[in-house]
């Protein structure tokens, strides 16, 4: 989701105009929002087809894994199909809606999407963290031997699963950082073409 923004030509180019009211853009201005927007719902319809999958993979191991083991693991799945399923609407949807292509509406285009980036970085920190959470009951149940958990699983989502989640926390950390620092430049922009209007 990185969005290649030249904030400083941006905020020359609003300075030296001289019309009295906003002009619409050009359609050369618009390619880049109804890219945007493209990608959105491509994105949006693939988490949907993701959430599916984890709603069947649920039920699947309901009905042919019976067992805590079964039980827990379903469980994790059907939450994340639910979450990725709503997050997905509550994410995208803004995008995929918004309809305001004047120019101060493409100035809020931006700042609406860099708030719901910042907003789906940190939900998808959350899934890594849930991923985490899973491997820890894995062991514990292991551990107290609630039930027999294969050995393959644990080493799997030990030395796989978890590490990646992990470094892909750290990651969307980062992400965040610079998306953070992104909108309030953003936001400055806008509140300086609000004013100048």
Not at 8 to 31: N, R
Not at 55 to 70: E, H, I, R, S, Y
Not at 150 to 177: E, H, M, T
């Amino acid at each position: 989701m990185a969005d290649n923004f030249d904030f400083a030509k941006l905020a020359k180019s609003w300075q030296q105009q001289t019309v009295a009211e906003e002009t619409p853009p050009s359609a050369a201005d618009l390619a880049q929002a109804s890219q945007r927007q493209r990608e959105q719902k491509l994105l949006m319809y693939g988490e949907w087809l993701g959430a599916l999958i984890m709603a069947a993979a649920a039920v699947w191991l309901v009905v042919n894994l019976p067992g805590l083991l079964g039980g827990i693991a379903a469980l994790f799945l059907a939450l994340g199909a639910l979450s990725t399923a709503y997050i997905s609407w509550q994410v995208h949807r803004p995008i995929l809606a918004y309809d305001n292509w004047s120019s101060s509406g493409l100035l809020g285009f931006r700042v609406k999407t860099c708030q719901l980036s910042l907003r789906y970085y940190r939900y998808t920190q959350l899934s890594c963290a849930a991923l985490v959470l899973f491997t820890l009951i894995l062991w514990l149940v292991h551990v107290l031997q609630l039930e027999n958990t294969p050995l393959n699983i644990l080493l799997f989502y030990s030395l796989i699963v978890a590490p990646a989640c992990v470094f892909g926390i750290y990651r969307l950390q980062q992400k965040i950082r610079l998306k953070g620092a992104e909108l309030v430049q953003l936001e400055a922009l806008a509140e300086d073409f609000a004013q100048s209007e």
